[in-house]
T-cell receptor, first 112, second 118 residues
Framework: GNSVTQMEGPVTLSEEAFLTINCTYTATGYPSLFWYVQYPGEGLQLLLKATKADDKGSNKGFEATYRKETTSFHLEKGSVQVSDSAVYFCALSDQAGTALIFGKGTTLSVSS | GAVVSQHPSWVICKSGTSVKIECRSLDFQATTMFWYRQFPKQSLMLMATSNEGSKATYEQGVEKDKFLINHASLTLSTLTVTSAHPEDSSFYIC??????????????FGPGTRLTVL
């Protein structure tokens, strides 16, 4: 079945450091891929998405590229801020209208 | 973006009682709602999918008689945990989508409900 594997945290960085959170997936066909962020005390928010191979999703300085050859969708940011501290979830949807399959989440903590 | 609310945000109940959690789409019509369960330091696990006006579709291993889902209107879905026990303690999250809008496959998530069963 479909699944998502993302690196376990917590990830602890200093402000302005480079961030990478790895995410790989297993799916049949061509799923859509997502990164969601959950700030403390809040619901999940869509951070970015990509719907086909080689697409790059980007938002708020974060980027992720849909790599079908490596079945990956790694999240990157060149310079993190304290306000980026949150839990990040990688997810996939195998077709429009279906539920999301989530990775376990990675907690990011950024200190000043 | 679209807003989804959940009520209550947290609830503590005694073992054997039933608890109802509401999920509302505030500014759009939710043709489909999803209920997830999240254990500490674990991922969100899909419990069921509900479409307005029809019976919910439960994932394998989820007891439909224990977790009653009703999606009677386009803006409200409810999850009732019947005869709750301590092992039902968890964080319950709903999401909603409107397939008739241009948002397509995007889901909008509620803030979650923390259930603690004593």
């Amino acid at each position: 079945g479909n699944s998502v594997t993302q690196m376990e945290g917590p990830v602890t960085l200093s402000e302005e450091a480079f961030l990478t959170i790895n995410c790989t997936y297993t799916a049949t066909g061509y799923p859509s891929l997502f990164w969601y962020v959950q700030y403390p005390g809040e619901g999940l928010q869509l951070l970015l998405k990509a719907t086909k191979a080689d697409d790059k999703g980007s938002n708020k300085g974060f980027e992720a590229t849909y790599r079908k050859e490596t079945t990956s969708f790694h999240l990157e940011k060149g310079s993190v801020q304290v306000s980026d501290s949150a839990v990040y979830f990688c997810a996939l949807s195998d077709q429009a209208g279906t539920a999301l399959i989530f990775g376990k989440g990675t907690t990011l903590s950024v200190s000043s | 973006g679209a807003v989804v609310s959940q009520h209550p945000s947290w609830v503590i109940c005694k073992s054997g009682t039933s608890v109802k959690i509401e999920c509302r789409s505030l500014d759009f019509q939710a043709t489909t709602m999803f209920w997830y369960r999240q254990f500490p330091k674990q991922s969100l696990m899909l419990m069921a999918t509900s479409n307005e006006g029809s019976k919910a579709t439960y994932e394998q291993g989820v007891e439909k008689d224990k977790f009653l889902i009703n999606h009677a209107s386009l803006t409200l879905s409810t999850l009732t945990v019947t005869s709750a026990h301590p092992e039902d303690s968890s964080f319950y999250i709903c999401s909603a989508r409107d397939l008739t809008s241009g948002s397509g496959s995007e889901q909008f998530f509620g803030p979650g409900t923390r259930l603690t069963v004593l």
